[in-house]
């Protein structure tokens, strides 16, 4: 059986946590959406990626998997903007009948294909893959088949936060679930299964761990500073650096990589975020090299407790949610003292500064000064600065990223 996990047409909904990524590689809780599946699927399955034109390079390059290839045989199709249960995965691996689908509000989110339909059927297919592409299969959503809490669809980037809790949750079981009986750090307390901290982890005297509303797992090589106190649901990224009197309340999942400090809520940082200073960050989703400056804010709430409303693509657009902070794509940077309105949407390689609320939808590539009209980031400039970021950090920039951004550009 293979396993073709892919992007379809309303990627774009997704901006902007999908400019420099593919929409599985959005992290929904701890892991990506596609580290989700592959967490689950069989050991021995093969796995293919069908992504947007754009991204085939980048994809190629960063990951082992076919790119953008129709495998021959059985095939099950699992969407990339959709989030899975293991309960879930394994129906569709197991007791799923060949030649179905599960479309759910217009969406298809997996279909299973036998290799004499899938030659059929898939033989123009185009990349990103069209819901029509699956119209003559059987819909099984049309059974009495309870689909209640097994998958989430991500239509708008917001629905990460509003179900983060939730996946986060999921995440961190799965996690401890696998650490019983792993070697725990000598040096920390953990007399219960709500937390693991790695042997190789270090967390200094006078750091609280406090599980009573949710787990907590802190990763190898990852350090906790004194006095900083941890309120779970919290997931602490390896290489990850939580300094000295911070304040984390769960959910939050800190990736990879990144530093912190200040006070944190509700907020998923995707790897390599800095945030080394004062400054209260809430119900938001930093992607990776997002830089916050000393005493930077986010607000997440609106003065009159309404349900935010986004300006997205165009379109005013009510989240239904009461809590929401920022959506800011990679390499975007905020000068001290910014502070960001309930709701702000920031593209890839922004720059902000001046103090202030900026405006609440930042474009890509732009430089961003209180009192003065923004105006456009310069291309070699802006990549010479990203190369040094990313270096500082041990990675080094490839040239199907360059590629990328010139695209994008």
Known sequence: ?????????KHG?????????????????????????????????????????E????????????????????????????????????????????????????????AK????????ILKDVKYPVDNAVFADLRNINNLNFN???????????????????????????????????????????????????????????????DTGSGEIYIDDNAVVEPLSYIKGPVYIGKHALVKSGSRIYGPCSIGWGSKVSGEISGSLFHSCVNKQHDGFIGNTYACPFVNFGADTVTSNL????????????????????????????????FGINTMLNTGTVCGVFANVAGGGFP??????????????????????????TARIVMKRRGIEMKEEYISLLKKIY
């Open 113 to 120: 294909l036998s290799s004499g339909t899938a030659g059929n």
């Open 147 to 209: 689909f209640e809490n097994i998958f989430d669809i991500i239509n708008y980037p917001w629905d990460i936060i509003r179900l983060f809790d939730f996946n986060l949750a999921y995440d961190l079981s799965y996690l401890l679930d696998k650490a019983k009986g792993f070697e725990k750090n000598p040096d920390v307390s953990q007399d219960n299964e709500n937390n693991y901290v790695s042997p190789t982890a270090k967390v200094y005297p006078g750091v609280i761990f």
């Open 359 to 384: 405006d609440k939808n930042i474009g890509s590539f732009s430089w961003n000064i209180l009192g003065s009209q923004p105006v456009k980031y310069k291309f070699n400039e802006a990549v010479e």
């Open 55 to 110: 991204m085939h390079d980048m994809t190629k390059a960063l990951n082992p998997n076919p790119v953008n290839v129709i495998p021959e045989g059985d095939s099950v199709f699992l969407n990339g903007r959709t989030v899975f249960s293991h309960r879930f995965i394994k129906w569709i691996t197991e007791d799923m009948s060949p030649d179905t689908k599960v479309e759910h509000d217009g969406t298809v989110v997996a």
């Open 13 to 53: 909904n997704l901006y902007p946590l999908n400019v420099l990524r593919n929409s599985m590689d959005i992290k929904a809780g701890i892991f990506s959406i596609k580290e989700r599946i592959m967490n689950y699927l069989p050991l021995d399955s093969v796995v293919t990626f069908l992504v947007r034109e």
């Open 1 to 9: 059986m293979h396993y073709i996990i892919f992007e379809d047409t």
């Open 302 to 333: 609106k003065n009159n407790y309404s349900k935010v409303r986004m300006s997205f693509m165009g379109e005013s657009v009510n989240t239904g949610m009461q809590f929401l902070g920022s959506l800011i794509g990679d390499h975007s940077k």
